[in-house]
């Protein structure tokens, strides 16, 4: 077993334990637990009937320095679980006619990554419920965005509710009682899977009403040793504007997709097209997009525009239809 955990100080693959058995004879099919593989252990069972005996002698071949040992005991012991870091078990099989005759026949390498998310940040749309009059968005089918840790076995949940003066006196009250979305009251949380942004979907959530105050809120879902646990983000909070007259562009109420094309072509650029002269005064994603004739998520189109961002690709033209 390997390890790397910077979490431990450990930033190179190193041995937490390597052992080796003497040869044993099978005389029937054996299974073998991690347990049975301890200097204490003399014998194992094997699956005949009645089963037989099978001398087996473990010997450690390599081990954890005794400093990183405890180090790693202290962190299991006081948060119940492994330190975030990267294991690696290994094990090999080696067989033959006799003792003196054995190969390697077969081998297995496992790698489990364990993680541990600092950070649940929200990027967009909203804020503190103090300031809603600077939190309105023009559109009732927003963008909702958010930055952590990537994770691969991790799920991400959303929820959206409704706040009402007079029957919340917090965001808490708010985002707990009936939600928007999941329309579902018995989910309670709807998944987004692995992804950080989600558009208000069109189906299987109440329409988000111009004038009304909504909160949001981010769950995610991370396995550890000991089972799921589970990170809130803080509580933002957003207006939906009135629809009928188009928004003001200043950056604040721009969608996060345009936010992003901005930093791409620069405000001058950007603005010469989508500010109060522009043919695209007002515009705003209505949550269709398309890549090279081909539709996509919204995801895929952060991603192309990152891709701009870091010069990984190149804008050779820009047209608009």
């Known amino acids: 077993m390997e390890v790397i955990s ?6 190179s693959p190193t041995t937490v334990i390597k052992v080796v058995t003497d040869p044993f004879q099978m005389f029937a099919d054996i299974r073998i637990d991690n347990r049975d593989l301890t200097t204490e252990n003399l014998a194992i069972y094997d699956l005949d009937s009645p089963p037989n005996e099978i001398p087996l002698r473990v010997h450690i071949l390599d081990q954890l320095d005794i400093s990183e040992y405890e180090n790693m005991l202290s962190s299991i012991l006081s948060t119940g679980k492994l330190p975030g870091g990267e294991y690696t ?3 090999a099989i ?15 390498t496992e790698k489990i990554i364990v993680t541990s998310p600092t950070s649940l940040n929200l990027i967009a749309p909203g804020g503190e419920l103090a300031d809603t009059s600077q939190n309105t968005v023009f559109s009732t089918y927003p963008v909702f965005q958010w930055e952590t840790e990537p994770c691969s076995n991790c799920e991400s949940f959303i929820r959206v509710a409704r706040f009402d003066h007079s029957l919340h006196g917090s965001p808490e009250d ?9 329309m579902n009251q018995t989910e309670g949380w709807a998944s987004v899977g692995v992804s950080t ?4 979907p069109f189906f299987d959530a109440v329409e988000l009403v111009p004038g009304y105050v909504y909160v949001w809120q981010i769950k995610k879902n991370l396995p550890t040793t000991v089972g799921i646990e589970s990170y809130l983000s803080p509580i ?4 939906i504007g ?4 188009p928004p003001e562009m200043g950056i604040e109420n721009l969608h996060p997709l345009l936010q992003q094309l901005m930093d791409v072509l620069g ?12 043919v695209l005064y007002g515009y705003s994603p209505d949550g269709t997009y398309e890549i090279n004739g081909i539709q996509v998520s919204i995801d895929a189109v952060y991603t192309l525009i990152q891709q701009f961002q870091n010069q990984s690709s190149l804008i050779i033209n820009i047209s608009v239809e």
């Open 89 to 91: 078990f290994y094990l």
């Open 197 to 200: 942004t989600i558009q208000y």
């Open 267 to 278: 405000e001058d650029q950007f603005f010469a097209y989508f500010g109060p002269d522009g």
């Open 174 to 182: 708010a985002v707990e009682d009936v939600t928007v979305y999941p």
């Open 94 to 108: 080696r067989s033959g006619s006799s003792s003196g005759s054995l190969s390697l026949t077969d081998e297995v």
């Open 6 to 11: 910077p979490a431990l100080g450990i930033e």
């Open 236 to 239: 933002w909070s957003l207006k």
């Open 242 to 245: 009135d629809l009928t007259q």
